[in-house]
């Protein structure tokens, strides 16, 4: 369990194809205390530890990403030099400052438009249509893992507002217009709306 809150921008180090896909990520984490089989939100995903090192002072970790998981998220986008928002999973007593995220996507979505607005950037998203009946105005949504609250919703496109450091310190700043994103609905909006199909 997550709530959305990076704590950490890693870079894909390697890929490598022994299997499922492998796939080495660079971190600031102190990888000492990353135990084997841990998870980690990597861009919203949640993903296995299965191996990690120190590399020239460098620390990194491995995760591992079945074809199922590759056909249903971005991970397949990612190429050496790619950014990851990665955010290590909850701990008893720890601050929720985001909101509750599961780390499983739902669905995938695209960069429609990047514009500054003030101080901050205005994003717009598309999204599949079968997601937008969850996302409404002043909810929660995570977009690669980073929870965000939702400014507007328009037909199948909805934005958020960046502010700085979430511009600099998450992905967001490197996100280019037509650029895939992982989705992940707010959980509280999908038990809303099975109450009220079932009704």
Same mark, same amino acid.
């Given at each position: 369990?997550?709530t959305?809150?990076?704590t950490? &921008?890693?870079?894909?180090?390697?890929?490598? &194809? =022994?299997g499922?896909?492998l796939?080495e990520?660079?971190?600031?984490?102190?990888?000492?205390?990353?135990?084997?089989g %841990?998870?980690?939100?990597?861009?919203? =995903?949640? #993903?296995?530890?299965?191996?990690?090192?120190?590399t020239?002072?460098?620390?990194?970790?491995?995760v591992?990403a079945?074809?199922?998981?590759l056909?249903?998220?971005?991970?397949?986008?990612w190429?050496?030099?790619?950014?990851?928002?990665?955010?290590?999973? #909850?701990?008893?007593?720890?601050?929720?400052? !985001?909101?509750?995220?599961s780390?499983?996507?739902?669905?995938?979505g695209?960069v429609?438009?990047?514009?500054?607005?003030?101080?901050?950037w205005?994003?717009?998203?598309?999204? =599949?249509?079968? #997601?937008?009946?969850?996302?409404?105005?002043?909810g929660?949504?995570a977009?690669?893992g980073?929870?965000?609250?939702v400014?507007?919703v328009? !037909?199948?496109?909805? !934005?958020?507002?960046i *502010? =700085?450091?979430?511009?600099?310190e998450t992905t967001?700043?490197?996100?280019?217009?037509?650029?895939?994103?992982n989705l992940?609905?707010? %959980?509280?909006?999908?038990y809303?709306?099975? *109450?009220?199909t079932?009704?």
């Amino acid at each position: 369990m997550f709530t959305g809150i990076i704590t950490d &921008k890693g870079r894909v180090r390697a890929i490598s &194809k =022994p299997g499922d896909t492998l796939i080495e990520i660079d971190t600031s984490y102190d990888v000492a205390r990353i135990a084997i089989g %841990a998870s980690i939100a990597c861009s919203g =995903p949640c #993903l296995t530890v299965v191996r990690r090192g120190v590399t020239e002072g460098q620390g990194w970790f491995a995760v591992e990403a079945s074809a199922e998981t590759l056909s249903k998220t971005t991970i397949g986008d990612w190429s050496v030099g790619t950014p990851v928002n990665l955010e290590r999973a #909850l701990r008893v007593g720890d601050e929720l400052g !985001g909101h509750i995220v599961s780390g499983h996507v739902d669905g995938v979505g695209t960069v429609r438009s990047i514009r500054p607005e003030g101080q901050s950037w205005r994003f717009s998203f598309e999204a =599949p249509s079968e #997601l937008m009946r969850y996302i409404a105005h002043k909810g929660s949504i995570a977009i690669d893992g980073v929870s965000l609250t939702v400014n507007e919703v328009e !037909g199948e496109t909805f !934005g958020v507002n960046i *502010i =700085p450091h979430t511009f600099t310190e998450t992905t967001f700043g490197q996100m280019t217009q037509g650029q895939r994103i992982n989705l992940e609905i707010d %959980a509280l909006a999908r038990y809303v709306e099975r *109450i009220r199909t079932a009704n």
